[in-house]
T-cell receptor, first 115, second 114 residues
Framework: DGGITQSPKYLFRKEGQNVTLSCEQN?????MYWYRQDPGQGLRLIYY???????QKGDIAEGYSVSREKKESFPLTVTSAQKNPTAFYLC??????????????FGPGTRLTVT | AQSVAQPEDQVNVAEGNPLTVKCTYS??????LFWYVQYPNRGLQFLLK????DNLVKGSYGFEAEFNKSQTSFHLKKPSALVSDSALYFC????????????WGAGTKLIIKP
């Protein structure tokens, strides 16, 4: 089956610890995205990547870091510098091209709780 | 500034009745418009998109959306609601000059009552 996988589904961490969320896709999509979703709010873009070894900050990148060493993988690290890390994190991917307007495909999400 | 507005936080509809979830947008170029649905504790699922052409777009699960350029709207509709349609619905727009990012609405919670 093609799709996006995120692991783990639930993650618990103590304050002050860095934590890495996994995102893998086998759709052969060039672009990948990380979003944060808080209750009652829409999606906010953290980082996105259009090509391997390149990524750009989104609207709320502070306290987060990413890497894109492989086309299929786009892990997100929530660092201890993120002041309010408890949230639902969603990874997505899409095709890319000026003549293509591809919808984004989403993973099932990771719910991170930091106490 | 580019933006997407979903003016209703929640919409309540009786099962079998038609439903409408509203979305308006503001972008500088040609809008590429999307609707997604999210069930509790799940990722978002794509429903439909408007790129160009016919203003009425048909999508998954019997949903359709009407693009209205003069009113800058892209309302989601379904002729007959099902209880299983209860979920969170997001409208998104991509401006052709936005470097492939989507601008997301805040979401509308749709509740279908039996």
């Amino acid at each position: 089956d093609g799709g996006i996988t995120q692991s783990p589904k639930y993650l618990f961490r103590k304050e002050g610890q860095n934590v890495t969320l996994s995102c893998e896709q086998n759709l052969n999509h060039d672009a990948m995205y990380w979003y944060r979703q808080d209750p009652g709010q829409g999606l906010r873009l953290i980082y996105y990547s259009q090509i391997v070894n390149d990524f750009q900050k989104g609207d709320i990148a502070e306290g987060y870091s990413v890497s894109r060493e492989k086309k299929e993988s786009f892990p997100l690290t929530v660092t201890s510098a993120q002041k309010n890390p408890t949230a639902f994190y969603l990874c997505a991917s899409s095709i890319l091209g000026t003549s293509l307007v591809g919808e984004q495909y989403f993973g099932p999400g990771t719910r991170l709780t930091v106490t | 500034a580019q933006s997407v507005a979903q003016p209703e936080d929640q919409v309540n509809v009786a099962e079998g009745n038609p439903l409408t979830v509203k979305c308006t947008y503001s972008v500088s170029g040609n809008p590429y418009l999307f609707w997604y649905v999210q069930y509790p504790n799940r990722g978002l699922q794509f429903l439909l998109k408007y790129i160009t052409g016919d203003n009425l777009v048909k999508g998954s699960y019997g949903f359709e959306a009407e693009f209205n350029k003069s009113q800058t709207s892209f309302h989601l509709k379904k002729p007959s609601a099902l209880v299983s349609d209860s979920a969170l619905y997001f409208c998104a727009v991509r401006d052709e000059d936005s470097n492939y990012q989507l601008i997301w609405g805040a979401g509308t919670k749709l509740i279908i009552k039996p």
